[in-house]
């Protein structure tokens, strides 16, 4: 499948059962229910998947799941954030045995690698594989700042397509586009700029909040490609205090517990992770129940 770049792409959670197993029952209800309201593609092993606490065999055995579930509707694209190059290499040829449609590809993961290293990386797997990449610079959370100076490099592999934009400089989707044009294409990753991101020219978003909130994602999208933008604001004002769980560093477990009341999952997480509690839980499951309480109805898009 030919991944076009587009649209709405949930980072997909992984549900847990209370003993930390993978809940394949739960999985399916949320992947059926983005599927249902229109996303564009589903990425798995992500971050908001808790990707850093799964087993090799877990990644592949999500990734043959999604596959099943999508059933050749969407793309669906494994994460790689592996503690070596030996471990990236060996997802790649295993995904791509499966029929994986690409790859979201994130720096070294055990220490701050340089520019060099960074490169050296990600060509390794550009060069071990003809599936679609998407380039992860999020120098926020990981500290590594994929550069223009380094895209230049690196899309010398047809392959390397995509960046997932999460460097929250709204600045750098204007610096790519004038250095790549369309070469490469652009998929926002903040949730709290999603509006933004898209007036600047961004080509779809990586989503977090979609996991609970998957139709008002979409529809803020759509509206934004009609050209109805006082729409798409409107439904992002009602969202925003949502989607700021997304930049937490407890954004799993926050959205999890979105999750959870919208009847979308559980709120189990994967040790070193804890579920929420006390006021802090508290805390945000008000945010959750207030914006629930005055959700918005949805217009209708031809």
Same mark, same amino acid.
């Given at each position: 499948?030919?991944?076009?770049?587009?649209g709405?792409?949930?980072?997909i959670?992984t549900?847990?059962?209370?003993t930390?197993?993978? &809940?394949?029952?739960?999985?399916q209800?949320?992947m *059926? %229910?983005?599927?249902q !309201?229109?996303?564009?593609? $589903?990425?798995?092993?992500?971050?908001?998947?808790e990707?850093?606490?799964l087993?090799l065999?877990e990644?592949?055995?999500l990734?043959t799941e999604?596959?099943?579930?999508?059933?050749?509707?969407?793309p669906?694209?494994?994460?790689?954030a592996e503690r070596?190059?030996?471990d990236?290499?060996?997802?790649?040829?295993?995904?791509e045995?499966?029929?994986?449609d690409g790859?979201?590809?994130l720096?070294?993961?055990q220490y701050?690698? &340089?520019?060099?290293?960074?490169?050296?990386?990600? *060509? %390794?797997i550009?060069? !071990?594989?003809s599936?679609? $990449?998407?380039i992860?610079n999020?120098?926020?959370d990981?500290?590594?700042?994929?550069?223009?100076?380094?895209?230049?490099e690196l899309i010398?592999?047809?392959?390397?397509?995509?960046?997932k934009e999460s460097s929250?400089?709204?600045?750098?989707i204007?610096?790519?586009?004038?250095?790549?044009?369309?070469?490469?294409?652009?998929?926002?990753?903040?949730?709290?700029?999603?509006i933004?991101s898209?007036?600047?020219?961004?080509?779809g978003?990586?989503?977090g909040?979609v996991?609970?909130?998957?139709r008002?994602t979409?529809?803020?999208?759509e509206?934004?490609q009609a050209?109805?933008?006082?729409e798409a604001?409107?439904?992002?004002r009602?969202?925003?205090?949502?989607?700021?769980?997304?930049?937490?560093p407890?954004?799993?477990?926050?959205?999890?517990l979105a999750?959870?009341?919208?009847?979308m999952?559980?709120?189990?997480?994967?040790?070193?992770?804890?579920p929420l509690?006390?006021e802090?839980?508290?805390?945000?499951?008000?945010?959750?129940r207030d914006?629930?309480?005055s959700?918005?109805?949805?217009p209708?898009?031809?």
């Amino acid at each position: 499948m030919n991944i076009n770049w587009q649209g709405i792409y949930p980072a997909i959670t992984t549900q847990f059962t209370p003993t930390g197993e993978i &809940d394949w029952v739960a999985y399916q209800k949320n992947m *059926k %229910a983005q599927l249902q !309201a229109g996303v564009h593609g $589903i990425i798995v092993g992500g971050s908001l998947g808790e990707g850093s606490s799964l087993s090799l065999d877990e990644k592949l055995a999500l990734t043959t799941e999604t596959l099943k579930i999508s059933n050749g509707s969407v793309p669906v694209l494994l994460n790689l954030a592996e503690r070596s190059n030996r471990d990236a290499l060996y997802l790649t040829k295993e995904a791509e045995k499966r029929g994986v449609d690409g790859l979201m590809l994130l720096p070294p993961m055990q220490y701050k690698a &340089d520019d060099r290293e960074v490169i050296t990386y990600f *060509k %390794a797997i550009a060069s !071990a594989t003809s599936l679609p $990449i998407m380039i992860y610079n999020n120098p926020v959370d990981y500290k590594i700042f994929v550069s223009v100076e380094m895209f230049r490099e690196l899309i010398k592999h047809d392959n390397i397509q995509a960046v997932k934009e999460s460097s929250r400089d709204l600045t750098n989707i204007s610096r790519m586009r004038n250095a790549f044009g369309d070469r490469v294409k652009i998929m926002g990753g903040v949730d709290t700029l999603i509006i933004e991101s898209l007036l600047m020219g961004c080509d779809g978003l990586v989503a977090g909040l979609v996991n609970a909130f998957p139709r008002e994602t979409v529809v803020i999208y759509e509206l934004m490609q009609a050209g109805r933008i006082d729409e798409a604001k409107a439904i992002f004002r009602w969202f925003l205090p949502l989607l700021e769980l997304d930049i937490h560093p407890k954004l799993v477990q926050y959205i999890k517990l979105a999750e959870l009341e919208t009847g979308m999952g559980h709120e189990h997480v994967r040790a070193p992770r804890l579920p929420l509690e006390g006021e802090e839980r508290e805390r945000v499951w008000k945010v959750i129940r207030d914006a629930i309480v005055s959700r918005p109805e949805m217009p209708v898009l031809a």
